[in-house]
T-cell receptor, first 116, second 111 residues
Framework: EAGVTQSPTHLIKTRGQQATLRCSPISGHTSVYWYQQALGLGLQFLLWYDEGEERNRGNFPPRFSGRQFPNYSSELNVNALELEDSALYLC???????????????FGPGTRLTVL | GESVGLHLPTLSVQEGDNSIINCAYSNSASDYFIWYKQESGKGPQFIIDIRSNMDKRQGQRVTVLLNKTVKHLSLQIAATQPGDSAVYFCAENGSNYKLTFGKGTLLTVNP
């Protein structure tokens, strides 16, 4: 069974540009989570999608947004990129719904975003 | 506010020794805790979890202990192997159904 996949592996952008990161969950998983892992820091929760709806978001500005598609894959969009947005962006998936809080989150390998 | 922190940022052990990684949390309402392992260049990998109605849970070579009185969580790895070298994160389910992660502890296993 394929795990969580993310694309691209690496992404280099300049300040002010927009970045789009993609995630495909494990088959059968309907919840997708996005995390930011900046150098030297732990994972910071960004967004949680379930059944196409945004269920929760972390303490990030509105220029961080995303969506979940009918096939449960997801996109993370970061507008007006700033230097401090450089980080590893991790996507995780789990079985469904609010009850999925206690379901194991399976992580992808991440997308390394570098903002110059 | 919510926070999850680690007592030791780095831990170096000899192969075959037992390892103990500690974690403190501040949200007394948290009722679910997880340990993740992250190897270089990879995403975090689930190791073991524990709910607040338990104080100990064992897996294969790993044990998680939860002390709700002092809001402390620990991960014990028995007979540590070189393949255990990684960054270990504890996480708690804070409010609003999101996981809050600590900064991580780097475990280095010396042969």
């Amino acid at each position: 069974e394929a795990g969580v996949t993310q694309s691209p592996t690496h992404l280099i952008k300049t300040r002010g540009q927009q970045a789009t990161l993609r995630c495909s969950p494990i088959s059968g998983h309907t919840s997708v989570y996005w995390y930011q892992q900046a150098l030297g820091l732990g994972l910071q929760f960004l967004l949680w999608y379930d059944e196409g709806e945004e269920r929760n978001r972390g303490n990030f500005p509105p220029r961080f947004s995303g969506r979940q598609f009918p096939n449960y894959s997801s996109e993370l969009n970061v507008n007006a990129l700033e230097l401090e947005d450089s980080a590893l962006y991790l996507c995780a998936s789990s079985l469904a719904g609010l009850a999925g809080l206690y379901n194991e989150q399976f992580f992808g390998p991440g997308t390394r975003l570098t903002v110059l | 506010g919510e926070s999850v922190g680690l007592h030791l940022p780095t831990l170096s052990v000899q192969e075959g020794d037992n390892s103990i990684i500690n974690c403190a949390y501040s949200n007394s309402a948290s009722d679910y805790f997880i340990w993740y392992k992250q190897e270089s260049g990879k995403g975090p990998q689930f190791i073991i979890d524990i709910r607040s109605n338990m104080d100990k849970r064992q897996g294969q070579r790993v044990t998680v202990l939860l002390n709700k009185t002092v809001k402390h969580l620990s991960l014990q790895i028995a007979a540590t192997q070189p393949g255990d070298s990684a960054v270990y994160f504890c996480a708690e389910n804070g409010s609003n159904y999101k996981l809050t992660f600590g900064k991580g502890t780097l475990l280095t296993v010396n042969p």
